[in-house]
DNA sequence: CGGGTAATTGACCCGGGTCAACAGCAGTGG
DNA sequence: CCACTGCTGTTGACCCGGGTCAATTACCCG
């Protein structure tokens, strides 16, 4: 499968040839290229198509009005940007990019199309819906009980895990285009502390992280440390059990 | 409407009788009493139906391993527990009652019916999951980057209003059967500090908390200080403007 | 009146924030 | 080729918001 949302959603339900060449097919008629740093989308804005991200991250991110920022979600190729947003009245958050994002936009009808001809599609999009909204959740334990150590520790598993399921890990490693800033953001810190704790999980020999590129010297601890429990990434286990 | 669920989709979309009816209906078929302080679902079970919150409080939780525990959100009277949650192979966290609760069990088959009778009840449920998402996302924001004091008013802000919506409020009150550990839960804080922030904002003449009832006594002003923004709660926007 | 939960207080401490300077490095233009 | 700029990462000194621990005081209910 070379189609990410194909490979992305393959967690969530088997999609046959079928599924996939509507997949490809839908994520192919309007594609979007945005550079590094940039907005896709702001907040105010009238959401009018459905986003899939199929190359480099983005981030969504609110700002407070004196100007605190917090990244709110990472977004991976693969991603959706809300299954049927265009719902909604007004954007209440912005999405920026962080590396080069080639992005497919699919209107309403598009998606009308795939969950009519195949129900295997649809249920594995509103998987991957609520899939998104356990991470959101699992976002507030980690903000609202861990400390900056075990926040930036759970980030980096999070990230490696959801890599993992669309092949773009290397066996203990992965890209990590997020800045320090980023990740501050992130995990609700500043970014001399994330400073710090890098430091930290560096010389705890947990991590490495140079040149935009993360390795996980040690998973087993860096799950520890973190209180990883990866059952909310509800990864592979769907298929098999509701019919 | 007498109705809570009705009430609440109206803030979503114009229902007519007719949808009123059938969220009526369905939301009668299976009842459900859970005395307070009780699990309704536990993390690890195997979600069979869609619940409705018809009257009491509740919460949405996930407890760490060492015990830590962090309420998720609040589930008031009105509010949908997933949309769809069958889909999902594990619940990946709990929910417990605060008061006594009344809650409804939907079945698939009902879910689907509502949808195929009234396309307008589906777009209002969906709107609902949208929004759900919404609030989840600004506690991502609270719990990441506002201060103990705004957090705290920041939830205050977020409860009053969505309870506004489904008729139970009076005036500048409400009935808040949180504990101040509860509070301090789904603040991010310990409870000992739950209870200086609260001091404090009585302090300041913002809020009057006793005997399981809220008064605010400057709206105005807990808004300032929560830096809240009513928008992502979506609240009666929506159905004049798309279509 | 007794027992249990919820709220309150005080003393002390620490994780993480703040401020400010500085270093490394890539890109840009002269 | 080098000076200049701007972003990212690093470091140190100091401080404060909020955590910890432990005791006490309401309450509520049977």
Known sequence: VSNVLALKLQQYAAL?????????????????????REDVVREG????????????????????????????????????????????????HSIGSISTLTIAELGREQLDLI????????????????????????WTVNLGQRTARERMAHLFCELFFRLKAVGMTESNRCEMPLTQTDLSEATGMTAVHANRTLQDLRRSGLIELQ???????????LIDVAMFNRNYLHQGTEQRVNQ
């Open 16 to 36: 046959g040839p079928q599924d996939v060449h509507l997949v490809s097919e839908a994520t192919g008629v309007t594609t979007r290229l945005v550079r590094p």
């Open 45 to 92: 804005d009238r959401p009018q198509v459905v986003r899939v991200i199929l190359d480099g991250w983005a981030v969504r991110y609110k700002m407070l009005p004196d100007g605190r920022r917090q990244i709110i979600s990472i977004l991976l190729p693969g991603d959706l940007c809300d299954l049927n947003v265009y719902l909604l009245d007004r954007m209440d």
């Open 115 to 138: 969950c009519e001809e195949s129900p295997t599609l649809c249920r594995a999009l509103w998987l991957e819906n609520l899939v998104t909204t356990a991470v959101q959740r699992e």
């Open 211 to 221: 040149s935009r590129m993360l390795t996980i010297k040690d998973l087993d601890a």
